[in-house]
């Protein structure tokens, strides 16, 4: 049996790469990796990084329960694309959650949290926000850490999203929408 010589970065004899890429991201890289554009990204994010997702999630945890919802940081996938995401927070169906052992898709949330970080902040800000919406996730919130702000994307199209509540100065209530029909507090980012 003979095997064709490989060229480190031809993927030419590849069937399909983004199902060996995605399948890498899952079994070799671990579970914190991301694939962002093509490129695996190992996230090890700061206690402060952690600390303000988890000032967003105690918010939203009352009306969870209320509405069949569950707050984690499962895997995303985009198909048809070189894209893999863990973000910080995402809210999907309780019953949906308990019957996924893999990826959901961004149009199965109602919710997605991303926390910039200065390793990550200008991907969080441009390429998941384009995504998120490409993808049809209905809300993104963005809290970027460096700028001190809060930004609300709403409204997903095939170009991103075509509503933008923000930046909103750390401090400032930002209005969540129906069906979460609270304002979260950001004082504490």
């Not at 600390?51 to 048809?80: C, M, W």
């Not at 996924?100 to 109602?110: F, I, K």
Request: charged share 25%.
């Amino acid at each position: 049996m003979s095997t064709a010589p490989h060229t480190p970065g031809d993927y030419s004899a590849v069937a399909d790469p983004e199902r060996a890429l995605k399948y890498a991201i899952q079994h070799v890289a671990g579970d914190r990796a991301e694939i962002i554009e093509g490129v695996i990204t190992p996230m090890s994010p700061s206690w402060a990084h952690e600390s303000a997702a988890e000032v967003i999630r105690r918010q939203l945890t009352p009306r969870l329960e209320d509405l069949a919802l569950v707050s984690g940081s499962g895997n995303l996938d985009l198909p048809g694309s070189e894209n893999w995401y863990v973000p910080d927070l995402a809210v999907v169906p309780a019953e949906l959650a308990a019957k996924t052992e893999g990826a959901l898709l961004p149009d199965q949330t109602l919710l997605v949290v991303e926390v910039g970080s200065p390793s990550n902040a200008e991907t969080d800000r441009t390429v998941k926000r384009r995504r998120y919406g490409q993808y049809g996730a209905p809300l993104y919130l963005l809290v970027d850490r460096q700028a001190r702000t809060c930004t609300l994307f709403s409204e997903p199209t095939r170009l991103g999203y075509a509503v933008e509540d923000g930046p909103h100065p750390f401090g400032t209530a930002v209005r969540l929408p129906e069906p979460f029909g609270l304002e979260l507090d950001t004082s504490r980012l």
